[in-house]
């Protein structure tokens, strides 16, 4: 597959994006936040780092840029699009799921592996998982608590569109302990956590690997 | 239009002693830069002179002493003191280049933006020479954390090198903290950076030949950090709280920005370009003017053309102003469209400000206004000097206490004394700090943070960098030349239990008011214990930074020379971690065996903890701990070792608790003590690590050792779930809530 993956000023998880996708025998490239067009490209990944410095609310600006009507367009098509981090809250920002990631409760920034149970092992982006596993993610953010209204979180309880939560202890204050949504087409993910950066035996962890794996089985 | 100089027959005009103050200049300093330009300075050019003779940009006490180290050998690619960084080669193509530095006085008065704008410049520091920043270190030190006041500090300072790094996208993968009573007024922060570049690639911070161009980028100028370099030149006071002005404030996603520019631009199109300079302590003066001088050139600057953030601003303003987030770049003249059009990218506006003339002289402009016209030769070469040096006798007899006179520990204290010291900040776990860094950016992090050193991988490369920084405080007071050279050693060390071969070294020294003879002792002498360690470890000195004048109305800081050591591990794939294993390993202790003497408690931990003082000999055997760097090195690289920690705070009964800890996994030691047990289990005896190895080779190891003139010694066995360690029975749990708590529950308490 060929994967475009977004770079806004701030951005910083972009390479590790890139290499995670290469060792995975696929192509990806970083596509700066002024392109108007995606075509091409058969998956988006939006990384993580702090587009625009954060400035006002995380990903509030970025959702600004060019790039951004294209990646609407491009989501409507049904093709993957995969934001961890602060491009899970840029996918927030830009309406393209529901929710807000609000300041961790702590209000201290947390890096530290977090444990994971995938709630679903029938999406695009888990099949290779089975229902229930529990995955160990690296986290990294300030701002990573899921916050939205009762009837939100109802909704995409029911819908089964909650693939990931926190395991034991909430690093984040995130609401039911959710780490990571989707949209109801069920072709736009967006978690806190870096699977980029468990993809690597090297660095300790490659459970990572089980997102762009199922990716590529469902879409490739 | 106004012409400047005056005549150079005009005497120097009566000077008051409040300008000199603010520029911390003496009065016989503003004599001798009179006679140097043959007319008393104009105000700019003050300023001008003021800032560059700073003790932070000049280096007026600590210059002289520099020469002791060693700088050189086949690895190191640059002159000490000549670019914004040192660099090293590293094998494969790659170079890493380095540097540590201060940001003390800042941090004193505002926490969080003084150690964030630390961070931010460190970094300038590196991808000014063209190189990407790969990982950062933190050494700190606080006053007592029960102080309100320190916690605040050390919350502050915590946060704000995370506030900054983390929105970088470098990793902080390592460093200190420890608290020690003298830092209570005086904080210390010293930020490290290293970043890598293909060979050959290095830009110089150099102006190039005349008619090039000086281009400012990044930030406007405003009147922020005005007078800084000052600043950090003299004591805190009940006043410096009005410095407040003097702190600049950061803003980490302009460095992003920058620093992805630049780091392109170079990579890219270094011919466009002929130096690359930060605008870091005495803004673009310094960084101009340096330029010019490493050129051997002179420059005219046109202040007016020098973006601002701010109406009013006057060139001496515009000239000294620390506002953070800008770098000079000298381009040549053919390419200044290309270079704006390379920033424009980013978003980023790149001004040209001046050009490199051939007359020497430093002008600066003010539209039509000469202001400043003065040789780049006088800027530069501040007066150097060498106070008298005399021990301070409270250290010296302190440093003759002899331990032996304590009582021995009980050995029904023994579990006492041990979670005492787990819970010791300078010992107990420092996940409350870490784990507010993003330490995995850039998945290079091979070893995170809470190990003895730091390794990172170089994509692409088989070999791995290994980075640590350590400073330990009260040895240094004892015993300066000693402490210094201890620092080094246990640098070194931690690097080599990692699996690496130290390679080079880059210091910050941390010391009070030099002009006083019990200081300048610490600083000169320390100097010499650096330099005879680096020597002994084949670590030329590649880059540093001195930072005098720590002191406040409580004291003089006890004086810390920070060492930031690069090791290079020729295998990344075999980096050893501190925690120990599987149940059945061996444990083996390497140097100086189990049984100590009263002695190795001098500057311990223990003392500190359980007798509340800092006393007794402090020593160092070079020898031995250049044979304990080969025998980690040789063992590593054989496959042999599962662990390896170095013995130093707290001894080899803490080094044991904190590898068993980290491996979740216990440890029993079935060698018997013998004589004093304090010592055995918490002397701090050098030149000492612990190691854990399937038994299956631990023949291996013997010889190894053997062949290199080192003792060691089998004294246990990885097991179970306890802490056995002579007279300590302990549940592993328990050992270990008391490290992991101690920190969390003084200081979010």
Known sequence: MRFAVLVFPGTWSDWDCVYALEDQGQTAERVWHREADLDGFDGVILPGGFSYGDHLRCGAIARFSPVMSALERFAATGKPVFGSCNGFQILCEAGLLPGVLLRNETLQFRCQPQELTVERADTGFTNVCDDGQVVQLPISHGEGQYFAEPSVLDELEDAGRVLFRYRGQNPNGSLRDIAGIMNPMGNVLGMMPHPERASDELLGGTDGNYIWRSIIEHWG | ?749
């Open chain 2, 1 to 749: 239009m106004t012409r400047y100089p005056p005549p150079a027959d005009a005497p120097p005009a009566n000077i008051d002693d409040e300008v000199l103050a603010q520029i911390a200049l003496s009065q016989d300093e503003y004599e001798l830069a009179s006679e140097r330009l043959g007319r008393a300075p104009s105000d700019v050019e003050l300023g001008m002179i003021g800032a560059l003779w700073s003790e932070h940009c000049g280096y007026k006490h600590s210059r002289p002493l520099f020469h002791h180290f060693p700088t050189e050998d086949e690895r190191i690619l640059t002159t000490l003191g000549e670019e914004n960084a040192g660099a090293i080669s590293i094998g494969g193509g790659w170079v890493a280049v380095m540097k540590i530095e201060s940001h003390n006085h800042p941090s004193a008065i505002e926490p969080y933006e003084g150690a964030a704008t630390g961070v931010g410049g460190i970094v300038r520091d590196i991808f000014a020479m063209g190189a990407q920043p790969i990982a950062l270190l933190d050494s700190l030190r606080f006053g007592p954390l029960e102080d309100r006041r320190n916690r605040r500090l050390c919350t502050g300072v915590v946060a704000g090198i995370g506030g900054y790094g983390n929105c970088l996208g470098i990793p902080t993968v390592g460093g200190e903290l420890l608290i020690g009573e003298s830092y209570s007024g005086n904080p210390l922060v010293n930020a490290m950076c290293l970043g890598i570049a293909p060979q050959g690639s290095l830009i110089s911070a150099t102006a190039g030949p005349p008619g090039t161009l000086l281009m400012i980028v990044g930030a406007d100028t405003g009147r922020d950090g005005l007078h800084g370099a000052t600043f950090a030149s003299v004591e805190l006071d009940e006043a410096s709280a009005e410095r407040r002005p003097a702190v600049q404030v950061g803003n980490p996603f302009l460095e992003k920005s920058l620093m992805d520019a630049c780091v392109g631009l170079v990579r890219d199109h270094r011919d466009w370009l002929e130096g690359l300079q930060d605008c870091g302590a005495a803004g673009i003066t310094s960084s101009t003017v340096e330029m010019a001088e490493r050129a051997g050139s002179g420059l005219r600057i046109q202040t007016q053309n020098v973006p601002r953030r701010e109406s009013g601003m006057t060139p001496y303003e515009v000239m000294l102003s620390e506002s953070q987030e800008r770098m000079i770049a000298a381009v040549k003249p053919e390419h200044v469209g290309d270079v704006e059009a390379w920033f424009e990218h980013w978003d980023l506006h790149a001004e040209v400000i001046g050009e490199v003339t051939d007359d020497g002289i430093a002008r600066v402009f003010d539209g039509e206004d000469e202001v400043a016209a003065a040789p780049v030769s006088v800027m530069t070469n501040p007066p150097a000097y060498t106070p008298y040096a005399e021990r301070d006798s409270d250290a010296a007899a302190r440093a003759a206490g002899d331990p032996s006179e304590l009582d021995d520990l009980k050995p029904t204290e023994a579990n006492e004394a041990l979670l005492q010291l787990l819970a010791s900040p300078n010992i107990a776990s420092k996940r409350w700090v870490y784990r507010q860094y993003d330490h995995m950016v850039g998945t290079n992090t091979v070893v995170t943070p809470g190990s003895d050193a730091a390794v990172l991988r170089v994509r692409g490369l088989k070999q791995g960098l290994a980075v640590c920084t350590d400073g330990p405080g009260r040895a240094v007071e004892l015993d300066p030349y000693v402490g210094a050279a201890r620092a080094v050693a246990e640098a070194a060390r931690n690097v080599a239990c990692s699996g690496a071969r130290p390679v080079a070294v880059t210091d910050c020294l941390n010391f009070a008011n030099p002009e006083r003879a019990p200081i300048y002792f610490q600083l000169s002498e320390s100097i010499r214990g650096m330099a005879d360690a680096c020597r002994a470890f084949n670590t030329p000195v590649v880059s540093g930074n001195a930072s005098l004048y720590n002191e406040s109305e409580d004291g003089p800081v006890t004086p810390t020379p920070v060492v930031g050591m690069l090791g290079i591990i020729s295998d990344v794939r075999q980096a050893v971690r501190m925690a120990f294993r599987d149940e059945g390993d061996e444990v083996w202790l390497l140097g100086a065996g189990l049984n100590q003497e009263a002695a190795s408690l001098g500057g311990s931990e223990y003392l500190a903890v359980r007798h509340g003082k800092s006393a007794g000999p402090v020593a160092i055997d070079l020898k031995a701990e250049t044979a304990l760097i080969e025998v980690l090195v040789e063992a590593s690289e054989a496959g042999l070792l599962k662990s390896a920690h170095d013995c130093s705070d707290g001894g080899l009964a803490v080094a044991l608790a904190e590898s068993a800890i980290a491996g979740e996994v216990g440890v029993s030691i079935d060698r018997p003590v013998s004589g004093r047990l304090n010592a055995a289990l918490f002397g701090e005896a050098g030149g000492r690590a612990v190691v854990s190895l399937d038994p299956s080779q631990a023949e291996r190891l013997a010889e190894l050792a053997s062949k290199n003139g080192l003792p060691a010694t089998r004294i246990g066995t990885v097991a179970s779930d306890r802490l056995s360690i002579a007279a300590i029975e302990l549940p592993l749990t328990e050992a270990a809530e008391t490290w992991t708590s101690a920190l969390p529950s003084l200081l979010d308490g």
